[in-house]
């Protein structure tokens, strides 16, 4: 069973930063992608970020092209979110996903618990 587990969110001020790190567990991840999204309070989940595991391709939600970088860990089997110059529209609970198949903006099986990021203005 995939065990996935976020920390680092905060409150921060509009334009500092944060770094999330999910923590993976359970399975070999090569053949996995690993996803961040986020829920905003009485909005749906969005996908933020994404990363396979194996060759390290990345993608982005238009909104954070710049200012957020997915990156992993392979020897702590981590999977990080460096957030920079955080606004206040991107607060929200962030969360990892993992998966084998399917998109890598959506249909994840996987999912950890969540951490939350504040950011005043």
């Known amino acids: 069973q995939v065990h996935l587990v976020e920390s680092g969110g905060g409150l921060v001020q509009a334009g500092d930063s944060l770094r999330l790190s999910c923590l993976a567990s359970?399975?070999?991840?090569?053949?996995?992608?690993m996803g961040w999204f986020r829920q905003a309070p009485g909005k749906e989940r969005e996908f933020v970020a994404a990363?396979?595991?194996?060759?390290?391709?990345?993608y982005y939600t238009d909104s954070v092209k710049g200012r957020f970088t997915i990156s992993r860990d392979k020897a702590k089997n981590t999977v990080y979110l460096q957030m920079n110059s955080l606004k206040p529209e991107d607060t929200a609970v962030y969360y990892c996903?993992?998966?084998?198949?399917?998109?890598?903006?959506?249909?994840?099986?996987?999912w950890g618990q969540g951490t939350q990021v504040t950011v005043s203005s």
């Open positions: 996903a993992a998966d084998n198949s399917g998109t890598y903006y959506s249909q994840y099986r996987y």
């Open positions: 359970g399975r070999t991840f090569s053949s996995y992608h």
């Open positions: 990363i396979y595991w194996s060759g390290g391709d990345t």
